[in-house]
């Protein structure tokens, strides 16, 4: 279970958000500017929040009131970011391999295999990043995280960056991660389209504050507004 | 060309000692250095930029003669090591591998700070998210890819250990066979009659040199940005 009572401060705009989720797959719903990447970051421990409390289950990663922080490296949370970022000067076997290293898991041929089947990358391992298709950087982006074994995965938009064909090639990627590996995930997107497909729960984000939580019911009759869309062509 | 006296020879090989000594001492702390300049926000990090870039701005002598006072045998910092640890720099080849590598110090840093804040941050988050405590980030991510960087400070540094002379000359001296670089050679042979031809070889080997290192540093460079291209 993930709870998140936090607030934040951000120049302008003020984050201020209370949920906890039980969802294997929580939607994070909003349009840009909403919060959603800043809270991302705090569940992930690259922001701090100035007031609240991020816990898994038991595990208690921060907690302001007792001045508890814990740095992202020890959270084990996995983060797929939008722009992949992949290591540039790693092949992408390495890429693949760098969070069993830094936790200093023992090498399991077995997982490996798993996820690299799951996401159909067996040809790629011996690639460089730099040649590699915004798909392709997405799904070794995908493995990476997977194969440092974390306990809940980020997705920030991780189909943001690519074109609606690729998009298509992506999404059953995600439906077979939520299905085979029961690793809970946080979804950040602003296509309902994708919270129908994947999402248990959403959370839906307005101007830093949680408007809605419920099923992905709660975004039935929504489309991506013409508003919204002009909105993120202006940011 | 091919006429070089065994004096020369030494003060060739001592040149290149000195530097090469220099260049890799210099090197770790360099990126220690460059790396707080580019990282961190501390007190007082503008005197510590303006003192790392003073030996640029001074006169080579200046530098030279502030090193006798305080690593001369009778200097502040230079007698207790003689008496501790008996480490001698005065007049010694050491000393002038203290005073090169002070001298290229903020040709080294420079280049490795540009590089390390060009290092994208948001790849360093990513390794963190990975579990990678920072110094690991450090080591695995950060700088690896500024090692185009570091390259070229060691190249430049290098350069201008093996190229100085005020400084060494002011600290060390110019003694044959242990503190006479190639460019305290040179200066010595222009004092005397006939020296030109002497001296005119040692020109061109410097002028070698620095070719030779000039270009293993582009070929490091070109090798290490492909890298960073993931190509």
Known sequence: MLRVEAQKQLGEFSLDVAFSTEGRVTGLFGSSGAGKTSLVNIIAGLLQPDRGLVAIGDDVLDDTSRGLHTPPHRRRIGYVFQDARLFPHLDVSQNLDYGRRMNGLTYDRDAQSRVVDLLDIGKLLDRRTGRLSGGERQRIALGRALLAQPRLLLLDEPLGALDADRKAEILPYLVRLRDETGVPMVYVTHDPQELRRLATEVVVLERGHVARFGSPDILSGVTMPTEMQALEARH | ?231
């Open chain 2, 1 to 231: 060309m091919l006429d070089i006296s065994p004096a020369e020879w030494t003060a060739i090989l001592l040149s290149i000692r000195v530097a090469v000594v220099a260049t890799l001492v210099a090197t770790p702390l360099g990126i220690a250095v460059a790396w707080l300049l580019a990282r961190r926000e501390f007190w007082g990090k503008s005197v510590a930029d303006a003192i790392i870039y003073l030996p640029l701005v001074l006169p080579p002598v200046v530098t030279g003669y502030l090193l006798l006072l305080t690593f001369g045998r009778r200097g502040l910092i230079g007698a207790w090591l003689a008496d501790h640890l008996g480490i001698v720099f005065a007049f010694r080849w050491t000393g002038a591998a203290l005073a090169c590598g002070i001298m290229s110090f903020p040709l080294l840093v420079r280049p490795i700070r540009l590089s390390i804040e060009a290092v994208d941050r948001r790849l360093e988050q990513a390794a963190s998210t990975l579990g990678a405590p920072p110094w690991r980030v450090f080591w695995t991510v950060t700088l690896p890819l500024a090692l185009p960087g570091v390259l070229a400070g060691m190249v430049l540094g290098f350069a201008k250990a093996i190229g100085e002379f005020g400084a060494t000359i002011t600290f060390v001296s110019n003694i044959p066979g242990e503190t006479q670089t190639i460019s305290s050679a040179i200066y010595t042979l222009t004092q005397v009659p006939d020296g030109d031809a002497a001296a005119l070889r040692l020109v061109g080997i410097s002028i070698a040199i620095a070719m030779a290192a000039l270009v293993a540093s582009e070929i490091f460079a070109r090798r290490a940005t492909k890298r960073l291209h993931g190509l």
